[in-house]
């Protein structure tokens, strides 16, 4: 059973960095594409940047793009989200899924795209 759990997530001011994890256990990180995605209090789920199973192709939303960068690491079963310049806005909980059917280059910002998913870590970002 392939399992992801997120870390990282804590409490900062605006301006500060932060990196989160999502470490994938029971399965190979290698065979999967991964995504993460955000969900603020009272909003719907939001895509926020993904990563290619085969040649590290990556997307960004625009909320994001030049402050969020996402990596993988197979060695290590783990995909990573660092996040600079965080503001109040980027305030949520942040969940990592993965997707195993696409091709190599394959990427989704399609949530039911995903087939795992983790519990989520909370980013709160105070001004």
């Known amino acids: 059973q392939v399992q992801l759990v997120e870390s990282g997530g804590t409490l900062v001011q605006a301006g500060d960095s932060l990196r989160l994890s999502c470490t994938v256990s029971?399965?190979?990180?290698?065979?999967?594409?991964v995504g993460w995605f955000r969900q603020a209090p009272g909003k719907e789920r939001e895509f926020v940047a993904a990563?290619?199973?085969?040649?590290?192709?990556?997307y960004y939303a625009d909320s994001v793009k030049g402050r969020l960068t996402i990596s993988r690491d197979n060695a290590a079963n783990t995909v990573y989200l660092q996040m600079n310049s965080l503001n109040p806005e980027d305030t949520a909980m942040y969940y990592c899924?993965?997707?195993?059917?696409?091709?190599?280059?394959?990427?989704?910002?399609?949530?039911?795209?995903?087939?795992?998913w983790g519990q989520g870590t909370q980013v709160t970002v105070s001004s």
């Open positions: 899924a993965a997707e195993g059917r696409g091709a190599g280059n394959f990427i989704t910002t399609v949530a039911s795209r995903y087939e795992y």
């Open positions: 990563v290619s199973r085969l040649y590290d192709k990556t």
């Open positions: 029971g399965g190979t990180l290698s065979s999967f594409a």
